[in-house]
């Protein structure tokens, strides 16, 4: 399908001309009118690329689909290379908008979470299959896809990186495209970062900037990634919870024991596990480690504001989820994204069920998350609860207590983390650039975009956006039920084309 | 061997004396004596005995042992029957002495645990085979166990039920043998119940009383079972705790979430759970819930006393387990088992270690047990429980809820049990015949016997001693590290030569 591909990095190789100041107020329906025009291409580059495989540790797949996006770009009037980093190359680009008074960083992904193919039910992630709704309420797929000019909304395209990541570049691609056939051009210089190594957590971004610096330069990034709000409606999302995760195991007899011959004179590791956790939270859900909170200041009012008007369903929600009242009934799902969490993730000592034995178990073990906000960071974090642990009496160890150790300390508790955790990142919504890209998508679609203040996971270029220093903002445009990480990963087609015109408009704001 | 062994049952097939009031001063020496001169037919009977397989649920091995043990009864005087019962068949022998003023019943069990013969170090764990030590401590096969004359103490013998709880019958056998051999006779009627199916929990045991309520009939009971006090001094047993288990399960939302997008808003299960764990208990280990201790008495002076005298090591216990305080440290061993305990033997909530996902759980599982002293039977103690958990705030359920049930209820907890617990029993160790055989064993040894009020244990027979209404009294000679219900099942012969004095001894109380 490289062909067609080829018509359309044809069609826009055109300089561009001098920059609107201000987005037309029929910006949507030229965008429309262009999609509908040039679906067959739109979507033969998406699957063309698609077609690439993509999984992080595939040196040569990766290689391929850095040169082809180097490609893509070129072919869009973008200089366009392929640069090296200690892992996965990044593809970059550069273009410059004559009279533009800002430069947008935008970032995306080109890698893939790995695959078992035996798990798809297709016969490869990389043989992109179309499917006239959602697999699973029934969708069925739709043959000849190479040879189809229209698609409708709700089929869908199964791949790896259908949605994460990979069509919202094509989706850049073809808001380029539609603006110049527009006789429009982005109101912004344009930087372009595609990472190959998101999926393992972006180890090499961070080290990049010392080498790339004046190529990263910006005023602001847009990040490509993400699905739109389970409303369907577009949104904005400024920014990420961090994350921190820990175990904790704390000590009984050094083997398990008869419940009988010992119950009630050697300790039971369960019930200090137990008593131990419980110390960490009220009966509504406030954690009460001391300084958890620390550094956060009320919402101000437009914040608020902004929380209150995402179209949040908690009735839908709570049916779904099989839960009668929140954990603190007080507050909304968005009010509870915007304070770090505490969530003890699993739970394990001896035996349930079937394998029970009547035993003081040797140990109790919890493995726990802990969600961050901008106002705190990871070590911070980890420092206080290790306080708090040493408040309820435990000595807090780092490896397995030896005999002395046992000997000397009642309540012993091994506190692990396999890494140092990642921080959040937030961009005030109220900034000018905030408010400019709102306002854009505000125009473009007749009502304001759902405006997310803190998402509620991690996202890896946390540390990137840290380091670069300016104000990050995500624009994503793919379906929330899109199974990403999972096996059938999708791409609703409207959510795709959609996605083209929310581009546009941020590229005109 | 059987030829041996008859050779011992024809020495004693006379009729008994008129009985002796005192027991004499050298009756450890005579049974001594008689054993050095015996060691070889008392071995050849065990060994015997040993090798028919035993397993609860080997239908033609538990007729062999119940006819051989029949055979070994008639042998030394007994009217000795085979008695069936809903489960398998109870061995029952009946002795009557001239004379005598009291009758005992004697319970021991013939059926062992199910084996692996692959874990043994062995051909077969119904092959007995003789080592010259403790196994894990070096102790090598000594061949030729057929035609050996003499057996050092510290031998010993590996086999299923060497210990547990064959070697106990052949001992009462020996001791009568020696006994008679002195010119001397037990101060008591006899009666004998081997049972066949202790190792299942004895079900047959208590139903049986309504069919044989006149050949059950005794003034106490004797029971043949159980390790000495770890110290290895001779021991009397006066009571075993009883046991009861349940589990509870909370509930989550209805399937595991992701705990960035959801976490301080969804209620983590394992947090609930912990949080209603820790009203369980305080830091000193005394339960909390209402009622748990009520009835217990203070411990008389006498009974402190006895609890004072066990020869127990916590030092060396606290080394051996790896702990430096107990639950309360204001509390010994012993009367730490005088009270009941609340015992958390498993705890599971998703996954910990390599499998840790970044998850609210779906659910929170603890098993319990809890053991129980005879003030405290095991169904009232569950009604305790449950309103304590009410009293938390949760819902009680017995069965996975339903969406009608998760929408109205905050906290819901899951609470089962499997089964109505085994309660507890408790024989004064004040009382005469409590009393008489302490001095009987004083006598024998020259120092009083190591007394235990309560062991920590529960014994399936407590139903049936609660169902006789008489006195019962635990009578244990076999090494504490016997591997009991484990793989190379062992006994120490110098305990066994020992119990055969121990058993002569309570014979003559």
Not at 243 to 256: N, R, S
Not at 381 to 395: D, V
Not at 492 to 505: M, Y
């Amino acid at each position: 399908m490289s062909r067609v591909a080829c018509g359309i990095v044809c069609a826009c190789v055109t300089m561009w001309p001098a920059p609107m100041r201000a987005q037309p107020a029929d910006l949507r329906q030229r965008v429309e009118a262009y999609v509908s025009a040039n679906q067959r291409a739109i979507v033969a580059e998406l699957v063309e690329l698609l077609s690439i495989p993509n999984a992080g540790g595939d040196g040569d797949g990766i290689a391929k689909n850095a040169e082809f996006l180097r490609r893509m770009l070129e072919g869009r009037g973008f200089g366009a290379e392929v640069l090296q980093t200690t892992g996965n190359p990044l593809v970059f680009g550069d273009l410059r908008v004559p009279g533009a008074t800002r430069t947008l960083l935008i970032y995306s992904h080109y890698d893939g979470q790995p695959v078992n193919p035996a798990d798809w039910k297709q016969p490869s992630p990389f043989s992109p299959l179309l499917r006239d709704g959602r697999m699973e309420d029934g969708g069925r797929e739709v043959p000849g896809l190479g040879g189809l000019d229209r698609f409708e909304p709700d089929w869908r395209l199964y791949a790896r990186s259908a949605s994460d990541d990979k069509s919202p570049i094509v989706a850049l691609c073809a808001a380029l495209d539609a603006l110049t056939a527009s006789g429009l051009k982005p109101t912004s210089n344009l930087k372009v970062i595609l990472d190959g190594e998101e999926e393992a957590g972006s180890p090499s971004l961070v080290p990049a900037i010392g080498r790339y610096r004046s190529k990263f330069s910006a005023d602001a990034m847009l990040i490509l990634d993400g699905p739109v709000h389970p409303s369907g409606k577009p949104t904005l999302v400024f920014g990420a919870r961090g994350i921190v995760t820990f175990t904790l195991k704390v000590y009984g007899p050094k083997f398990a024991l008869h419940s009988g011959h010992y119950g009630n004179w050697v300790p039971n590791p369960a019930t200090r596990l137990a008593q131990l956790l419980a110390t960490f939270k009220d009966d509504d859900g406030r954690v009460l480690v001391d300084g958890f909170y620390a550094g956060i200041d009320p919402l101000r009012p437009e914040e608020q504001q902004m929380l209150d008007a995402v179209p949040d369903d908690p009735a839908q929600l709570k049916a779904l989820f099989g839960i009668s009242v929140p954990e603190n009934s007080q507050r909304t799902l968005q009010e509870s994204l915007q304070v770090p969490s505490f969530n003890i993730r699993g739970l394990s000592s001896a035996f349930v069920g079937e394998g029970a034995r009547t035993i003081i178990p040797d140990s109790a073990e919890a493995e726990i998350d802990v969600r961050l906000v901008k106002e705190t960071p990871a070590l911070a974090m980890l420092e206080k609860i290790r306080a708090h642990i040493r408040k309820q009496g435990y000595h807090v160890v780092s490896t397995d207590p030896d005999d002395a150790t046992r000997a000397r300390y009642a309540k012993i508790v091994k506190m692990t983390t396999s890494e140092s955790g990642t921080n959040a990142y937030r961009t005030s919504p109220l900034l000018p650039v905030s408010q400019q890209l709102s306002g854009a998508l505000q125009q473009v679609f007749g009502e304001p975009p759902v405006r997310i203040r803190t998402s509620g996971g991690t996202v890896p270029i946390a540390p990137f956006i840290d380091a670069l220093g300016f104000p990050a903002i995500s624009v994503p445009i793919v379906n929330f039920d899109n199974n990403q990480h999972g096996e059938n990963e999708n791409l609703r087609l409207g959510h795709f084309f959609r996605g083209i015109a929310i581009i546009a408009g941020a590229l005109q704001m």
